[in-house]
């Protein structure tokens, strides 16, 4: 897991490193902010993980609503 963690950084702050243009001299800084961000992004999933699911009707995790869709009213003519 660890590996897999450095591996994230090691992708992140070579992203980061060329975003900014590619400067020397800032390796250290650019593993700094990407392993913040990384561990962050690990906290938010542990949250997101440990946080109970609402239950729906029929017992599973609970849908998103769908939107109101509006009709036309019906016509009441005949013929």
Known sequence: ???????????RAYALWERE?????????????????????????????AA????GEEGGTARPRRAATRRAPRSTKKG
């Open 1 to 11: 897991m660890a590996a897999d963690r450095q591996e994230r950084i090691r992708h």
């Open 21 to 49: 243009g590619r400067p020397e001299g800032r390796a250290a800084e650019h593993w700094q902010i990407a392993a913040q961000e990384i561990e962050e992004e690990d906290r938010q999933a542990d949250r997101a993980a």
């Open 52 to 55: 109970p699911a609402s239950v």
